[in-house]
């Protein structure tokens, strides 16, 4: 059934409205689950949308086997998606800085508000997100450390292959998961894949593991998925390795491998001189578990993240 979470006029007898699709099981609802599954709050990022889709048609196919409610968001940032703008368009805003919301204040904390309470309250939020147009990430769950001990039993059923168990002090206090969290809704931050694009194996893998979740809320009772055992990277270094100087990145790794330390990673070249102007090496051993995407880069750009092994 698909209801309305929140509407707002718009100039030109226009319509803003944030949706969700509810699946519920036959016979009575109390008691229930539920879980959410949100997308979208970044416009510029679409690889929450095919997850949204697969869900949608397997439960809805398979709904016999449903013993709790699903809500499905796809587009917290309708305007945003439509607009292939990662913020609000026309308020320079990242919609996933202004939660818990404000119903008094400006149209995005407004939004925020309704779609904070409509979730809150669900035994489990999945918050998936893409990476932006510079960057791909193989699949994983994002915890902050103050909520690990809850958080990392349930990651540990999503089919990731990384969970990255990150420092308090770089939390942001005003995303959508840790408001939800900070409220007693528990959230898992799944991030994967790269902006504006599809990843195939990475939208199915990610919709395996919300099915093993909900096997293992009560909330299904079909054939659970076999799913993958991710690492967790609570007790191990994450290494930033970022561009000394400014030109084209070309990399010779791909993603998601092992390397060593002093390994040859890509270099920063010079399309105007031909010259190698930095070639770039491992610093340690590890796991490659993100690296840029987009080949131009500044002084200061990320290039990848190696988790140490």
Same mark, same amino acid.
């Given at each position: 059934m698909?209801?309305k979470?929140?509407?707002?006029?718009?100039?030109?007898d226009?319509?803003?409205?944030?949706?969700?699709?509810?699946?519920?099981?036959?016979?009575?609802?109390?008691g !229930?689950k539920?879980?959410?599954?949100v997308?979208?709050t970044?416009?510029?990022e679409?690889?929450g949308?095919?997850v949204?889709?697969?869900?949608?048609r397997f439960?809805?196919?398979?709904?016999e086997?449903?013993?709790?409610?699903?809500?499905i968001?796809?587009?917290l940032?309708?305007?945003g998606i439509?607009?292939?703008?990662? *913020?609000?368009?026309g308020?320079?805003?990242?919609?996933?800085?202004?939660?818990?919301?404000?119903?008094?204040?400006?149209?995005?904390e407004?939004?925020?508000?309704?779609?904070?309470?409509?979730?809150?309250?669900?035994?489990?939020?999945?918050?998936?997100?893409?990476?932006?147009?510079?960057l791909?990430?193989?699949?994983?769950?994002r915890i902050?450390?103050?909520?690990?001990?809850?958080?990392?039993?349930?990651?540990?059923?999503?089919?990731v292959?990384?969970?990255?168990?990150?420092?308090?002090a770089?939390v942001?206090?005003?995303?959508?998961?840790?408001? !939800?969290?900070?409220?007693?809704? &528990?959230?898992?931050v799944?991030?994967?894949?790269?902006?504006?694009?599809?990843?195939?194996?990475?939208? =199915?893998?990610?919709? &395996?593991?919300?099915?093993? !979740?909900?096997a293992?809320?009560?909330?299904?009772?079909?054939?659970?998925?076999e799913?993958?055992?991710?690492?967790v990277?609570?007790d191990?270094k994450?290494?930033?390795?970022n561009?000394? &100087? *400014? *030109?084209?990145?070309?990399?010779h790794?791909e993603h998601w491998?092992?390397?060593? &330390?002093?390994?040859?990673?890509?270099?920063i070249?010079s399309p !105007?001189t031909?010259?190698i102007?930095v070639?770039?090496m491992?610093?340690? =051993?590890?796991l490659?578990?993100?690296?840029?995407?987009?080949?131009?880069?500044?002084?200061?750009s990320?290039?990848?993240?190696?988790?140490?092994m």
């Open positions: 698909i209801e979470v929140v509407s707002i006029s718009l100039p030109v226009e319509e803003l409205q944030v949706v969700k699709n509810r699946i519920v099981p036959d016979g009575p609802l109390e !229930l539920r879980i959410c599954i997308t979208g970044h416009g510029d679409l690889e949308q095919l949204c889709f697969e869900l949608n439960i809805s196919h398979h709904k086997h449903l013993k709790g409610i699903v809500d968001y796809p587009a940032n309708p305007l439509d607009s292939i703008t990662r *913020g609000v368009p308020f320079d805003l990242d919609m996933n800085r202004t939660f818990p919301g404000d119903r008094k204040g400006s149209m995005p407004y939004i925020a508000a309704e779609i904070f309470d409509d979730i809150r309250g669900a035994d489990v939020c999945v918050d998936i997100h893409a990476s932006n147009i510079f791909r990430e193989i699949p994983q769950i902050n450390e103050l909520t690990a001990d809850d958080l990392v039993p349930l990651a540990q059923h999503m089919n292959d990384f969970i990255w168990v990150h420092s308090a770089t942001l206090e005003s995303t959508l998961a840790y408001s !939800l969290n900070m409220v007693g809704t &528990k959230t898992l799944a991030e994967m894949g790269v902006g504006m694009r599809l990843t195939h194996e990475y939208g =199915d893998q990610l919709s &395996k593991g919300i099915i093993s !979740l909900m293992h809320l009560g909330m299904w009772d079909g054939p659970v998925p799913v993958r055992v991710p690492i990277s609570a191990r994450v290494e930033y390795i561009a000394a &100087k *400014g *030109g084209l990145f070309v990399p790794i491998i092992d390397v060593r &330390k002093g390994e040859h990673l890509g270099d070249v !105007l031909g010259e102007l070639e770039m491992s610093p340690c =051993d590890g490659v578990f993100t690296l840029r995407e987009y080949p131009v880069v500044d002084e200061g990320l290039i990848a993240r190696i988790l140490r």
